[in-house]
């Protein structure tokens, strides 16, 4: 998780954001106890209240629950439910990258080749 | 509850108007940046709002009390300010004057700080340097936990790695000691991420008071070809304009849809947030020129 205080996105939602990714990369398992308001705005210097929004958005979508006394903690399902709900950023990603690729004169079909071309190490096995 | 109402106010010195009519509430128990350029009238306002300054018109309402010269209030009120130490006292004669004056304040954690600050207590406050001064006073107002804390520049004078830790420090007093912690700086950087809330004031005046995220997403800067982008010049509000040859940078008030973003992104325009700091910097910027107008002729 890392907070970007140049981009668009307002800070809360890049906490949310920062957390999903966390979710899908496996450091946050389901059912695990997610970061506090507090850690956030430990860790990053920045208001509780903000970081509390953060949380928020994922509460009420579901993704993180309060459980009494122990704090916030991650959803069964809350990969899929992310997965979902992110996957329209896939398509403007591509918008983006077309539009780079456009820029360097490489044409779809050309793009098409090097995104099948591109080659990812291994997952390393924790 | 609001901490602080204001109404219509006024203070002049002299012809100068310091604050020419500024109506603002702030709602307690958060931390407020307040921001301005060098004379904006930033620490008039709060020396208002401490109470050592009556205002010339308008009102100051501090937990729902005049603060002028007001003992009843003036115990939750703590003002960080250089000026206060005007006799060469000990710091320790400070520190000890600071525990009369605030029954809350937090005498051993104090010490600890100092200490660790390498500011040995037996020194005279006029021998510390401009940075060690900063600190000082910062760890006493912030150790009062008055219920409305003003901390005017606390980072003043201060390296890049105490401007750091005076933000963790904060931070963290404020969330064990929750309060309403007003913060004036002409520079944002390191405390943005505490703020909740910006008031931006210019030559005595209010600009806006908006959350922290509002004043993020307030404008953008779009980059590109200067055919392209001179069209949108005449529909938005521009803040910011610069150019080099054919390219031209526009900081333009946000209210383009996404749609608009998209076209414009998709004829090469480069679209970036402006950033708190840029903001609050265009808003308050001279209309006519810059340093540079000057220096060139």
Redesign the interface.
Known sequence: MKLN????K???VQIAEGIEDDILNGVLEEGSECYSQ?QI??M???????AAKGINILVQEGILYKVRGLGMHVSKGAKTMIRRKRHPDIAESA??LV?DAE?LGIGRDELIKIIRDVTIPEKEDK | MNAVILQDLVKRFGKKKALDGISLELQENRIVGLIGRNGAGKTTLLRTLAGFLRPTVGSVLVFGQNPFDNIRVLSDIVLMDDERYTDNSDLRVLIDRAALSWSQFDKAMALKLLDYFNIPVKTKIKKLSKGMKTLFSLVIALLSRCPLTLLDEPTLGLDAAHRKEISSLLLKDYVNYPRTIIVSSHLISELEGLMEQVVLIDNGRLVFHKTIEDVQSYALYLTGRRSILEEQEGRRRVIYKESMGEMLVLGVVNDLSAEELRRLESSGIEISAMGVQDVCVNMTRQDEGGVLDVVSK
């Open positions: 205080p140049t981009d668009m307002p800070i809360y507090y705005s430990r990053f210097n920045i208001n509780p209240a903000t918008r983006k539009l820029k």
